[in-house]
């Protein structure tokens, strides 16, 4: 049965205890569901998702990221903070120049699934 906005509606209520006990064991807490929820937040910023797809290419420095994509190093810089603080990218010093990286190849996965996943 559907109601007047198209929406299936069931005539009588009806639970599966068995598949909703099964489901609720495997629910992660609250906590890490919000974890989650916050870090797919990084990846709905078009900047964010820049810096990460030239950082999947090659290891680079604020100044070329900031060439590369035509954008001031200080927006850039800003950006790698929040991609830091998120655990998405790393640094290392090489005498006075600071060049990122993607953190791990779970980063690396994630955008390339995403990728993937836009473009079939």
């Known amino acids: 049965m559907t109601d007047i906005n198209g929406v299936e509606r069931c005539d009588y209520i009806c639970t599966h205890p068995e598949v909703i006990s ?11 569901l919000y974890d989650l929820a916050e870090l797919y937040k990084i990846f709905g910023d078009s900047t964010r998702i820049k810096i990460l797809y030239v950082l999947l290419e090659a290891e680079m420095c604020v100044c070329d990221i900031a060439q590369l994509l035509n954008m001031s190093q200080s ?3 800003h950006q790698l903070r929040v991609l830091k603080q998120s655990r998405l990218v790393k640094f290392r010093r090489d005498g006075k120049i600071v060049f990122y990286s993607l953190a791990d190849g779970h980063v690396r996965t994630i955008i390339s699934q995403g990728m993937e996943h836009i473009t079939e």
């Open 75 to 77: 927006a850039i810089s």
């Open 22 to 32: 099964a489901v609720t064991e495997q629910m992660p807490d609250e906590e890490l």
